[in-house]
């Protein structure tokens, strides 16, 4: 084979549709999801015993009947396990120790030879609990009045960017003062001020969580668990447990959904705690869809008081958001889920004096986590509503009022971070085009109204300021690439994005690079964690860097063979190539062998590994008081929606013709596995926003399975659903590429609002947005009869 | 516990297996045949992640008994492709993007191969009432739907 010595850079692998690298698994079978592996006749099988109370001290556990049942080996309380937990607060027990605090919290755990026996024993322990008035609701959860959930909040841990206020059952008080929003109001043509609620919503994974723990009589730990987050988990499960990280390895196979829920740590602890006390044996605990419904991880409900102006010329002078996040009984994860909705509280607006208080508050409630794009579904359902409010007060059209609105490249953002380059304007436009906005079209019967509506949103990575990630490439003989990452697949196709990149950086053919789970914490690099639609960008980087390294070694190699200069040197394809001399060779065995030198005089080279890594290194802190600070995030992926859609003015149901959404994505390294992220998301936002909602009752969930709480359907989803892309390419990125798998359900909520009040003339702000809520709002504006 | 020995054919071949009475068609195939393609989402009836074929019907396999399968023709995921040749839902919802996280995707694929079956030229909406009961939450569906309509086209 001869290649074309030439020093074109035209990319075969970036910006191209690649097949899923994990594509002919999934359609036969053979893929391996945790409950897949198998474990032998050793296998023990775990139960929780849960709380029936939302809030009540626990006066007395009695596990006797419980051990004496025939195949049951283990039984713990949270007596055997006192060391709290938490990702960024530790307020939590891996068992409930003196005091429940949710609905569901598990208070004990038993391990036996059948789930039979499990199940049996659950039912054997006996616990007292004297009940406690419970907290109900974020906003009186807040208030003095409201009994406490944690009285010795102010013990706990926190990293020094949560501020809890001990003594409250606010968990994180979160604030921005831009300008001064106080004295703005007066200068106003038009102000509009009002309440958003969003309920409690589940992720819904159809695999639900399972893990199973091993520990061995050395005391190593193993844990086989569905997780987004194995690096996490070791380092948190060590902390509870006391156990050093070495001793611990979490092994992650494919994850059949994850959404967030599978961040951090929910129930991974539990059989971890339990096979501590039966050495040698696998402990399976594996969630029913019932208790994957109200005992894991929930999207926490939002109460937000809005109150937005603009000038008569429809330019934003105020911004003013409350947020009260129903954080549950635990906040360990809820409390920088608030964060993120504060930093970000403004939504993707330029606007001179903003005001933001978001405020964690513990209630009895289900534990608040991630929820993909966590916090900012929530926000955008009101603040973007209420722009669409303002702009019909201020009587200027939806679309011209978002784009003279919007944050652009320099604008001081509401934290004061300078923003970057962005293409919201674009995809504002682009949605819009694509519904003909400005057109009435006709209904398509009698009985029918017709809308249309837009939403914009953005949203940065949530997380730590320095998570990291790290990748290695090996070559093997056959000149086949094999790139190690601890970023797991859960469905987005990062595996696929990353073989596209290394393929990209190192020279060889996409068909050649193997990225494969599971991800195991004994071999695989450092990932922080699959979340906050990192990995493109920050695992990117990553094995970027890491080809790079292969590559430079490679041609090291080489160019002390052939006595040239490593400039004149490239690969293209699986070959080195010299633009000098025109000679070329194939990666094949050199990258394993070597090269020997000539006469017999010895070898150059040896197995070729590259590692790299990234970690941003300039996001800085916030104020306490002000929010402000030169960098809050390492940069924000911005993007519109926009649908038209009829009701139904018999039932209030609605009907979406067309739903469009573009995204400014920086770069798409596989366009196709994009569209999909989009139309995906999409349909979920749509989900939660028609269909979803946990029905809390006193802190018992009234609906915990998928008859009561109905998720979308093939039959429900719009035939049209286009994704648009568009690339304003991000300066730290890797090709300019920047995340997408969260932020298409972002703005959906406020889309579908603003699109049923242009239709009705009635607004029907608060999801879900059933079509009997729909139905009485037309009621009650007297549009039907 | 009771003991039922059944004998059945599954993915053409025929077993023998001794079921204890409460165990489900779901179990017994991930865990007495470790035929683990077919899923577990809910064990209630609910998701469609368990989905076989049972006599050439669609059915949910947690909610079947395995004493009940005496004499059973039974399809799984594992026995859709014929000697590493793909089964041409296979390829049009690969070649549609129609996979995610992959879940779902053996109970989709088998409810389509049942609607195909007795439906060649299926129309938009007799395919979306057909995968109904198969619950994605990672795709938005449309993509699994035209590999559906794509299928019916090539085959
Ligand atoms: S597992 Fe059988 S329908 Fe859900
Ligand atoms: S692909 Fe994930 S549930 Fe369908």
Redesign the pocket.
Known sequence: MTIAPTKDKATTNIGVSKPRVDVREKVTGAAIFTDDVQFGAGLLHARAKRSPYAHALIKRIDISKAKALPGVKVVVTGEDFPNRTGLYLRDRFIFARDRVRFVGEAVAGVAAVSEEIADKAVDLIEVEYEPLPGVHDPVYGASSEAPLVHPDLGSYEWPNFIFPVPGTNISNHFKVRKGDVDSVWEKCAAVVEYTFRVPHVQHVPIEPHVAIAKVDDEGNVTLWASSQSPFAQRNLIAKSLDIPESKIRVIAPLIGGGFGCKAGVTMEAIPVAIALKAKGHPVKFRLTREEEFYTNFVRQGLVAQIKVGCDKDGNLLGLQNTMYWDGGGYTDYGVNITRAGGYSGSGPFDCPNVKVDSLCVYTNHPVGGAYRGFGMSEVHTGIVQAMDMLAEKIGMDRVEFLKKNVVQEGDKILTGMTMHKTGIKECIDKAAQAINWGVKEPNSAPNKLRGKGIAVMWKAPAMPPNAGSSALIKLNEDASVTVMIGGQEIGQGTFTAMAQIAAEALGVPFESVKVKGPIDTQYSPYEWQTVASRLTWSMGNAVRNAALDARRRILDMVAEAWGENVEDLDIKDGYVISYKTEESISLKNIVVYGIPKPNDEGWIGGPVVGSGNFMPTYVTGLDKETGQGERAVVHYTTGAQAVDLEVDLDTGQITILKAVSAFDVGKAINPDLVRAQIEGGFVQGMSSAIFEEMKLVNGHMQNPSFVDYRIATSADVPEKIEAIIVEAPQDDGPFGARGIGEHPMVPTIAALANAIYNATGVRVPHPPLSAEKIYLAMLDAGIVK | MSFHRIILTVNGSTEQVDVPGNMTL?QMLREKLALTGT????????????TVLMNGEPV????VLAAECNGADIITIEGLARDGQLDVIQKTIIEQGGVQCGFCTPGMLISARALLNRNPHPKEEEIREALVGNLCRCTGYNRIVSAVKAAAEVQ
């Not at chain 2, 899923?39 to 368990?50: I, L, Q, S, T």
């Open positions: 779901l899923k577990n989402g809910c064990a209630a009836g609910e998701c469609g992640a368990c949910n396999s947690c909610m």
